[in-house]
């Protein structure tokens, strides 16, 4: 293939900004905790840094209410902070990506401030307006994420703004040209600062049926289920006209060198490639989820890779995610140590991988009291383990009193085992997870057929999922072992024989002369030798 371009032979690393690194010691992460981490970020190989919302915000859903898209919140730092560190991280060869919330507002933006003082307000059309339905309710049956109606009656103005998340959160009118050239120039103002592209929260939202029509029944919802499922979402969200929208935010990106558009979008995968745009001129990297709704058995990992690698378009590029900060932890998902080899999957499929902070170390769902509950999506509907601040407690870098994240008191509760499951600890170990996260990514610079190689299954029976990755220079093997159990003889192509550059243990060299067996839960990395 051409050169790859450095969003395709990467990787991206998530940093949940209030999580990873305090330095002033209130309790939450900032601008300069980041910088003073990079080093770390090199170390373990990655390529880009994305980093969750960090502009000034009620933080009413801890940043993804943006009160003023250009502006740092001081709770992070300010813009020179912001300056420093794309310094800083330039000169390591580290890429910055921008959460870019272009879906909504906070209610407090000067824009929303506007548009609801009154009917004629010039910006009234900035935000999404509509009377009562008859008898006096909201428009129509839409929900909220959150919870409850995503209509809140204004009784100034007599109408319903729509808001597809928190009431605090307005959705922004993308039918209006303004609104679209005022977010475009949103995207200039920050690549203009060096930005090396954007993560755009749910890409899939931004446009909605033009006539509000109700949204179906979803005959699966079960009481006891979230609101959001009462209904299928296939008026409020996924509509056709979407894709010109973002055709134009790749326009914009476009006017600048080697930036990426990356959309975060949870839709079925034969909707979801879409999103790369017909003619590929939507997102780079329509954000691929489908391992963090998997089960973690062989045939329905192998069908779900088969049927996303068939589905991505020609020229489309492929990624992969394992979590991020609206999931449960990869490790409290599917157990710590097939996440060893979940680890494996991740940076050995075709594509760009994109890691979340704190799953190198393998750090689990903290659990966390009612008391101490912040997230909204839990305040709002509690107990039914919606909550998202299990996945968000701070970065554990060592053992000291606070990890190593702050020497004030931590805005969530930091994990039980954070004095023995940290960054520091397990640099000391090298067979542990950090240690085998840091050699597979230091392993696809020497064998790019891991990034950009074909992937063909050879097995994928019970818990053993076995394939190749091909291309004209190399070929690897890999064979991932999901269950606790041994597997031994497991089939292999006729003459299939090379060495093991890698396995989830870490203590493996040998040669492999036709078969290979796997202990419970290993995963190996076989460079086949090449035929003559
Ligand atoms: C998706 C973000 O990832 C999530 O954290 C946020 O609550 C919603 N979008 C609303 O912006």
Redesign the pocket.
């Known amino acids: 293939m051409a050169q790859a371009q450095w969003w395709q032979r990467g990787i991206f690393y998530q940093v949940y900004p209030r999580s990873f690194q305090d330095t002033n010691d209130d309790g939450i992460g900032d601008l300069d905790g980041i910088r003073a981490r990079l080093d770390y970020l090199v170390e373990l190989g990655i390529d880009a840094v994305w980093i969750s919302p960090i502009f000034p915000s009620p933080m009413a859903?801890f940043g993804?209410d943006v009160a003023d898209y250009c502006g740092i919140d001081p709770m992070f730092g300010d813009l020179d902070a912001f300056d420093r560190l794309i310094e800083a991280a330039h000169a390591r060869r580290l890429k910055i990506v921008l959460d870019f919330?272009p879906n909504?507002t906070s209610d407090q933006h000067p824009w929303f401030l506007e548009s609801r003082a009154s009917r004629e307000n010039p910006r009234r059309d900035w935000y999404i307006w509509r009377d009562p339905a008859a008898d006096g309710g909201p428009p129509n049956n839409w929900m909220s994420n959150f919870g409850g109606p995503a209509w809140t009656l204004d009784p100034a103005s007599g109408q319903y703004y729509y808001h597809a998340?928190l009431t605090q959160?307005p959705d922004l009118n993308w039918r209006n040209p303004a609104v679209r050239a005022a977010m475009h120039d949103v995207l200039r103002f920050w690549m203009a600062r060096g930005v090396d592209g954007f993560r755009v929260?749910?890409i899939w939202h931004l446009m909605k049926d033009a006539d509000f029509r109700d949204n179906p029944p979803n005959p699966e919802y079960e009481p006891g289920d979230p609101d959001i499922r009462r209904f299928i979402q296939s008026r409020s969200t996924d509509q056709p006209d979407v894709h010109a929208i973002i055709a134009e935010l790749r326009g914009v990106i476009d006017e600048y060198d080697d930036r990426v558009l990356i959309g975060?979008i949870y839709l079925p995968i034969d909707r979801l490639v879409a999103y790369y745009g017909e003619n590929l001129e939507g997102a780079h990297l329509p954000f691929n989820f489908q391992l963090i709704h998997a089960s973690w058995n062989a045939p329905h990992l192998a069908a779900l890779i088969a049927e996303y690698d068939g589905a991505v378009p020609e020229g489309g590029w492929p990624n992969w995610v394992l979590g991020?900060?609206?999931q449960p932890r990869i490790a409290s998902r599917i157990g710590a140590r097939r996440a060893r080899v979940a680890a494996m999957l991740l940076l050995t499929l075709r594509g760009t991988p994109t890691m979340y902070y704190g799953d190198e170390i393998g750090m689990e769902n903290v659990p966390i009291a009612t008391e101490d509950a912040q997230d909204p999506w839990e305040k709002n509907e509690p107990g039914l383990g919606l909550g998202?601040d299990p996945e968000r407690t701070p970065m554990q870098w060592d053992a000291s009193p606070y990890a190593g994240f702050t020497n004030g008191r931590p805005w969530l509760p930091l994990a039980a085992d954070f004095t023995t499951r940290n960054v520091a600890v397990q640099l000391e170990q090298p067979a542990s997870l950090l240690g085998l996260y840091r050699e597979l990514i230091a392993l696809r610079r020497p064998h790019p057929v891991l990034h950009a190689g074909t992937y063909r299954k050879i097995t994928a029976l019970g818990d053993v999922l076995v394939f190749l990755r091909e291309s004209a220079e190399e070929c690897v093997l890999v064979a991932l072992n999901l269950a606790g159990t041994v597997q031994d003889d497991i089939p292999l192509p006729p003459d299939t024989h090379g060495r093991v550059l890698a396995s989830t243990e870490r203590d493996r060299e040998e040669r492999v002369e036709g078969h290979l067996s796997l202990r419970p839960y290993e995963g190996v990395i076989v460079a086949l030798d090449a035929t003559a």
């Open positions: 859903d993804y919330v909504h998340f959160q929260d749910v975060e991020n900060h609206d998202r």
